[in-house]
T-cell receptor, first 115, second 113 residues
Framework: EAGVAQSPRYKIIEKRQSVAFWCNPI?????LYWYQQILGQGPKLLIQ????????DSQLPKDRFSAERLKGVDSTLKIQPAKLEDSAVYLC?????????????FGPGTRLLVL | AQKVTQAQTEISVVEKEDVTLDCVYE???????LFWYKQPPSGELVFLIR??????QNEISGRYSWNFQKSTSSFNFTITASQVVDSAVYFC??????????FGGGTRLMVKP
């Protein structure tokens, strides 16, 4: 079974530029998550989708971050404009459903460096 | 509010030594789940174990074992006879409801040959 796919793996941009990350979850997984992991810290949830609806985006900096999951499968996370403090690894995870607590499976992440 | 503390930021051992990674959590819920993930240098978080709050039985999987103690709010992870391939950052995480995972700060384990 294929795991969670993410692209690109690495991205370097200058501050104030825009960037987008893509995630394809494990087939059949209804719930998708985006996490931000700053160097030396544990991942922090940015947004959680159940199918194509948002379940929790309370920690998403909505003035610059946006995310969508239009058809309930793939998802994109965008930052516009980027700041230096956005340098981090962006991890996508998926799980079967949100009715109970399901194990989340993570992709390889996108490492973003903002100069 | 939920919180996970991994007091050991870095541990270094020599191959074949046993090592225990500590995890202490805080939650007001009676129903919750605890997880351990491994993050090798490649960056991907690899799921190791999940335990719910009603199951305090210790678990063993090969060289890995977990000790869950509700009385001390701890969920410690022991690697027996460590190997170089065990070198990674290990994260403990907690989920109350709704699947939101709260991670600890991680423990970097270095196993030297």
């Amino acid at each position: 079974e294929a795991g969670v796919a993410q692209s690109p793996r690495y991205k370097i941009i200058e501050k104030r530029q825009s960037v987008a990350f893509w995630c394809n979850p494990i087939s059949g997984h209804a719930t998708l998550y985006w996490y931000q992991q700053i160097l030396g810290q544990g991942p922090k949830l940015l947004i959680q989708f159940q199918n194509n609806g948002v379940v929790d985006d309370s920690q998403l900096p909505k003035d610059r971050f946006s995310a969508e999951r239009l058809k309930g499968v793939d998802s994109t996370l965008k930052i516009q404009p980027a700041k230096l403090e956005d340098s981090a690894v962006y991890l996508c995870a998926s799980s079967l459903a949100s009715g109970g607590v399901e194990t989340q499976y993570f992709g390889p992440g996108t490492r973003l460096l903002v100069l | 509010a939920q919180k996970v503390t991994q007091a050991q930021t870095e541990i270094s051992v020599v191959e074949k030594e046993d090592v225990t990674l500590d995890c202490v959590y805080e939650t007001r819920d009676t129903t919750y789940y605890l997880f351990w993930y491994k993050q090798p240098p490649s960056g991907e978080l690899v799921f190791l174990i999940r335990r719910n709050s009603f199951d305090e039985q210790n678990e063993i999987s090969g060289r890995y074992s977990w000790n869950f103690q509700k009385s001390t709010s701890s969920f410690n992870f022991t690697i027996t006879a460590s190997q170089v391939v065990d070198s990674a950052v290990y994260f403990c995480a907690l989920s109350e409801t709704g699947n939101m995972l709260t991670f600890g700060g991680g423990t970097r384990l270095m196993v030297k040959p």
